[in-house]
Each structure stands twice: as C-alpha cells, then as structure tokens.
C-alpha cells in the first residue's frame, strides 16, 4: 500500500526511503531496540552448539553399536541403541525448534527495522513473532531438557558403555 501511495504522489520510491531514514536518532532507537533480541538469537546459536554436539554424539555413538550389530548385539546394547534413538530424536526435536527460534527472532529484528520506516504500525505483528520465538525456543529447551534427563538416567554403573 505505502508503494502505490508514493507512486500515486508522484514522489520518488528512493528519495521517501531516504527522507524517512536520514534520521540518525531513528536509526540509533532502532539499533538500541534490536540489541535485546540480537544478544538472545547469539545466546541460541550457543545453545545450539551443545545441542549440535550432544547429537553428533549420539549419532556416532548410533553407528558404533549399529557396526557391532553385524557381529552379535547383547540384550544391553539393543537397550542401549533404543534409547540412543530416543535420545537422538529429542535432540533432533530441540535442534529444529531452536532453529526456528533463532529464525523468528531475525523476523523480530527485521521487524523492528522496517517498522521505523513505514506508516503502518506493526507493533502487533512484531508482539506474535516475539512470542512465537520464546514458544519455540521454551519447547526446544524442554526437549533438550528431556533429553539430558535421559541421558543421565541411562548411565551405567560401572562406565562400560563410556568406553566403547
């Protein structure tokens, strides 16, 4: 709409964008408000990093028992290869959500930048996709969360399964 509303005025697309940005104090407020959500997205992809290596574990973990299967698996190691599959889809599940997280919050960011430089407020929109990152990032948490209590429930008492 604000598209046609310049181009019906007669005024140059280009000339509008630069009017409505030549405000540094515009752009700084800008700037100062998506820091919040910028220090949160660095704070998912650390988040994602123990969970990228927690899968990788996992995963590899997976592959060594799946190479002893061809042998002869004991009763301990199908246990052991079920819950690692368990294990691994938890992980996945809070790779993806966490993905989504971070994706969300650069629509947050993004938001915050062209609501500066547009007539129509899109506070609303800029609120759900706020929201829609904590649901994300809160289920990608529990997920995680879930997969560490796994974790530490499955250790066995006497390391043999650590040092395979």
Excluded: Y
């Amino acid at each position: 709409m604000m598209v046609i509303d310049l181009l019906a005025d007669g005024g140059s697309i280009a000339s509008e964008l630069v009017e409505r940005t030549s405000s540094t104090v515009r752009v700084q407020e800008i700037v100062r408000l998506s820091l919040a959500p910028a220090f949160l997205l660095a704070g998912i992809g650390a988040i994602m990093n123990v969970m990228v290596s927690r899968l990788i574990w996992v995963a590899e973990r997976i592959e060594r028992l799946q190479a002893r299967m061809e042998e002869d698996l004991s009763p301990h190691d199908r246990g052991s290869l079920i819950r690692l599959g368990r294990r691994r889809t938890l992980v996945q599940r809070a790779v993806m959500f966490s993905t989504a997280a971070a994706l969300t919050i650069c629509v947050v960011i993004a938001l915050l930048f062209v609501s500066a430089f547009i007539t129509p407020q899109i506070g609303t929109v800029t609120a759900i996709a706020w929201i829609l990152t904590m649901v994300f990032l809160i289920t990608g948490l529990v997920h995680f969360a879930a997969e560490t209590v796994m974790a530490a429930r499955g250790q066995p008492k006497n390391g043999l399964e650590a040092r395979s």
